[in-house]
């Protein structure tokens, strides 16, 4: 594309950045150094038993990016964010936190999102992201099993409270299984055996599993989604997001 036609197209589609707005790019490196800067511990107040990581605080480029995808249909703005989410992963490595690919290949598990939501955001943006840090992580096999639904009933929760957040995830996040998944599973006591649920559901043991989300808040959806996946049978590593809510 020559300059004369990148122009032209620049003035009928104006470009702007998805972190800070500036004009003309649609990721400045300015925000690519914000969002791939080290990786964070953080302690959400509903505690999910694993250890839990950020990209940074729910502020600035990264804030701005999560809304350009999630509010925006901003799609692109994934693959950045997905970038440095790989990143963070290869901190993580470094920092000792999770094993290399050679001892434990990797499975990240996109958290839940309510499907209402994500047909109107035309997909979902987490596992958007997701697919992006896979891709960016190129050389290795990255599994991405979409086990975890929302079910019906879970509200939006801008707003809630801690508890209310809580509340209105307890219990309505479930396992995806398939048909053939769940009738191969035995039934026991009118619940399906959780033994090789993992195995069904496309997680071997011996895995890395993180669980990747775009913003934690009170840490209420990662502690639901945590815990279904461990009564599953699915050893889950830490939780990974693009952002912490302080
Ligand atoms: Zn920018």
Redesign the pocket.
Do not use: D, N
């Given at each position: 594309m020559n300059a004369t036609v990148r122009t032209l197209l620049d003035l009928a589609l104006p470009r702007e950045?998805g972190?800070?707005g500036?004009v003309g790019t649609l990721?400045?490196p300015?925000?690519e150094d914000t969002v791939c800067s080290a990786v964070e511990r953080v302690s959400p107040r509903l505690d999910p038993g694993v250890p839990c990581w950020a990209l940074g605080p729910y502020s600035g480029?990264r804030r701005s990016a999560v809304l350009e995808l999630k509010e925006r249909n901003r799609h692109d703005v994934a693959v950045p964010l997905g970038r440095a989410l790989a990143h963070a992963v290869g901190q993580l490595r470094i920092l000792g936190e999770i094993d290399p690919p050679e001892l434990s290949r990797l499975v990240l598990v996109p958290a839940p999102t309510r499907a209402r939501a994500a047909r109107v955001r035309g997909g979902d943006h987490v596992e958007r992201c997701v697919r992006a840090t896979a891709a960016e992580l190129g050389q290795e096999v990255v599994r991405i099993p979409s086990v975890l639904r929302m079910r019906r009933g879970v509200r939006d929760s801008v707003g809630l409270s801690a508890s209310e957040r809580q509340a209105n995830v307890a219990g309505r996040i479930e396992l995806a299984l398939s048909r053939s998944a769940t009738s191969a599973g035995r039934r026991h006591r009118g619940r399906t055996e959780v033994g090789d649920v993992a195995a069904r559901v496309g997680i071997p043991r011996e895995r890395t599993v993180l669980l990747v989300d775009d913003v934690l808040t009170t840490g209420a959806t990662a502690t639901e989604s945590v815990s279904v996946l461990k009564n599953s049978g699915v050893r889950v590593d830490g939780v990974l997001v693009v952002a912490a809510v302080r």
């Open positions: 950045c972190g800070c500036a990721w400045c300015r925000c480029a």
